[in-house]
């Protein structure tokens, strides 16, 4: 087996794949948390229990469309460079790697990129765990705050008048 030299292709093509990872994942994510943002203005207030839910799961939708749009970049790439027999596969592979569960399935001289794949999706799922876990948060303190207003109204609320006599 020849010995691996990583080559400057790979660092430069590996840096610019992340840079992309980078780009395509803030700007989803700021997205993401515009579109909470505007949901929760729009239907002011957004109190509902199951509309708090039904807003957690858009988000959560959103944040797995940025990661899915990550992975089709970096095995659109793969693809084109040949080093992945087709789409499928390619998709297939990157997603898992993606989530550093897979690596060997690459040319050896692209096996750098196989690391990166895996930094770029620790970052980013990391990044996106961070989002959903504010937005999540913002639904707990809603339904714990309004729970309490609840209660301190019903323990303030004068028992009826028994009927007179």
């Known amino acids: 087996m020849p010995a691996y030299v990583i080559s400057a292709e790979e660092v430069v093509w590996g840096g610019l794949l992340v840079a992309i990872t ?86 050896q001289h692209w096996r750098l990129l196989e690391a990166l794949l895996g930094m770029a999706g620790l970052l980013t799922v990391a990044w996106s765990t961070g989002i959903l876990y504010m937005i999540a948060q913002d639904f707990q303190d809603t339904q714990l705050r309004k729970r309490l207003s609840r209660h301190a109204a019903n323990a303030t609320t004068p028992p009826p008048k028994a009927p007179a006599k």
Do not use: D
Request: proline share 3%; hydrophobic share 50%; glycine share 8%.
């Open 22 to 107: 980078m780009i395509i994942h803030g700007t989803g994510m700021f997205s993401t948390l515009l579109v909470y943002q505007s949901m929760k203005e729009r239907f002011h207030p957004l109190e509902s229990f199951s509309g708090g839910l039904g807003l957690i799961v858009l988000c959560s939708l959103l944040i797995i469309l940025t990661n899915v749009i990550e992975v089709i970049v970096w095995a659109s790439f793969f693809l084109v460079q040949g080093a992945q027999p087709n789409h499928s596969v390619s998709m297939y592979n990157a997603l898992l790697n993606y989530t550093t569960l897979q690596a060997g399935y690459l040319p």
